[in-house]
């Protein structure tokens, strides 16, 4: 039998098979094999640190462990009964744990939704593990498991009037991985109840700059009518991490700043509550 070349098939050919993914001080079997095989083979030497010397074992199997995180190049060296030669490689990555999922987008892309008892919203998530594992997802409403996919559809009911938080955890089954996460702050109202107090303003508006800003947020509240507004600032998990309220904002054209010298670079949204009202912005702080 002849090569692709015409000659004979004499030269063993090398090959490296195990885990090429490990943690920093965990061991796994290499095994080396010479996958022509025309003639016995006489001996297989390994080259483990990298130096290119194959002095650092000998026989069809090694147990490795790399000692630092990085890319690590394991050699082994077959030679034949007849002293035909052939050298393998294997690139392992020794990574410290494991990568928790990446969450790549959400829907509703705002983490506070507005919706009327009579209507349906459909939550999703679009996630991928760095490391190729499988997924799962636990959706929770107000505390209760809801779901195990990647997605949610909720209908309140009449009997859904008023706030509530929905969340998903993105895990891939490894105890050495964080989860990754999504939170959604709901606000169920009765549209019925809303339309009938006519009397009731609709002007009130949330309007946040610079954007993006550095220590300090300026808001510019319309106010339809004087009352308490509620102000709170939120992560991305739908987390709160500043909270103030303003007793009694006259009607008008107001003003208010926020103080995040305290809060890290991220992105975040600001809402402002107004008796039933609401409204929210997304901001970007940079430090």
Excluded at 251 to 257: S, Y
């Amino acid at each position: 039998m002849d090569n692709e070349r015409g000659s004979p098939i004499v030269e063993p050919e090398a090959v490296i098979t195990g885990d090429s993914v490990l943690s920093p001080g965990s061991s796994a079997a290499l095994v080396a094999t010479d996958s022509i095989a025309n003639f016995p083979t006489s001996t297989i030497e390994w080259d483990t640190d990298g130096d290119g010397v194959f002095c650092d074992g000998t026989g069809p199997s090694i147990s490795y462990t790399p000692d630092e995180e990085g890319y690590h190049l394991v050699g082994v060296k077959i030679t034949n009964s007849i002293g035909m030669i052939d050298y393998g490689y294997l690139v392992v990555e020794a990574r410290i744990g494991n990568r928790a999922p990446v969450i790549n987008s959400f829907s509703p892309e705002t983490v506070f939704v507005n919706m009327p008892y009579t209507g349906t919203v459909n939550f999703g998530v679009y996630a991928v593990d760095p490391e190729g594992d499988p997924i799962n997802y636990l959706w929770s409403l107000d505390g209760s498991v809801v779901s195990n996919t990647n997605g949610y559809t909720y209908s309140p009911g009449i009997s859904g009037v008023g706030f509530h938080n929905l969340k998903v955890i993105v895990g891939d089954n490894n105890p050495n991985s964080n989860d990754a996460g999504v939170q959604w702050r709901i606000r169920v109202y009765n549209p019925l109840e809303i339309s009938a107090e006519a009397n009731i303003p609709r002007g009130f508006e949330l309007t946040a700059y610079p954007n993006p800003f550095n220590a300090n947020l300026n808001l510019r509240l319309q106010m339809p009518f004087a009352g308490k507004v509620e102000i709170g600032l939120y992560n991305m998990l739908g987390e709160r991490i500043y909270y103030t309220t303003i007793p009694n904002l006259q009607q008008g054209t107001q003003t208010f700043v926020v103080d995040a010298s305290n809060i890290p670079t991220g992105v975040y949204f600001v809402r402002a509550d107004l008796g039933p009202f609401g409204d929210t912005r997304r901001v970007v702080l940079i430090k």
